[in-house]
């Protein structure tokens, strides 16, 4: 049973517009988001994280919305750039246990 | 300063034999993680190290995949009588602190074959 769910499999995107990459999540326990990046044969990297008393967190061109009451955050792009191109994970942490759980991946494509 | 290691960095074994993969978290980092991410899949939790504290063992598939973290620093996962569907990348990661607002820090992966 996926707690974490992208359901979206690849996404492209044009350089220079924006990326918005979509997770929904099942369990309300959950009390901190993240998203992570993964270039082919390196380990993934964190980017941008959210706790769930939040609705917004911006970090440069990266921004994460969360939506509880739908159990849907999202991660925005903008612009997009060639270098954007990777592998995006959600994850997400429970608030009474240690273990992270992850997404299955969404795969972004920046077009020039 | 180093981030995590691993190593193998591939590993290629005939079905039925042990493998050992190795992590070094990057130092003073209390918590270590164990994930593997099978072709087309996303990472799978498989096992979670926080300092003299019993290890969280709920990812691990089968009996026959077991981890130890000696002196709260190096780990192995060691994978018993291999079969072809253990064939992925592990990855190892570590933070300052279990699922504390402290974001994991992945290592490059151990590439596992099974022929």
């Known amino acids: 049973d996926q707690q974490v769910k992208q359901n979206s499999p690849s996404l492209s995107v044009q350089e220079g517009r924006i990326s918005i990459l979509n997770c929904d999540y099942t369990?309300?326990?959950?009390?901190?988001f993240l998203w992570y990046k993964k270039y082919p044969a390196e380990g993934p990297t964190f980017l941008i994280s959210?706790?769930?008393?939040?609705d917004k967190n911006e970090d440069g061109r990266f921004t994460v919305f969360l939506n509880k009451s739908a159990k849907h955050l999202s991660l925005h792009i903008v612009p997009s750039q060639p270098g954007d191109s990777a592998v995006y994970f959600c994850a997400a942490r429970y608030s009474s246990a240690s273990k992270i759980i992850f997404g299955s991946g969404t795969r972004l494509s920046i077009r020039p | 300063g180093a981030g995590v290691s691993q190593s193998p960095s591939n590993k290629v074994t005939e079905k039925g034999k042990d493998v050992e993969l190795r992590c070094d978290p990057i130092s003073g980092h209390t918590a270590l993680y164990w994930y593997r991410q099978s072709l087309g899949q996303g990472l799978e939790f498989l096992i979670y190290f926080q300092g003299n504290s019993a290890p969280d063992k709920s990812g691990l598939p089968s009996d026959r995949f077991s981890a130890e973290r000696t002196g709260g620093s190096v780990s192995t996962l060691t994978i018993q009588r291999t079969q072809q569907e253990d064939s992925a990348v592990y990855l190892c990661?570590?933070?300052?602190?279990?699922?504390?607002?402290?974001?994991?820090?992945f290592g490059p992966g151990t590439r596992l074959t099974v022929t």
């Open positions: 959210i706790s769930s008393i939040k």
């Open positions: 369990n309300s326990m959950f009390d901190y």
């Open positions: 990661a570590s933070s300052l602190a279990p699922g504390g607002v402290y974001e994991q820090y």
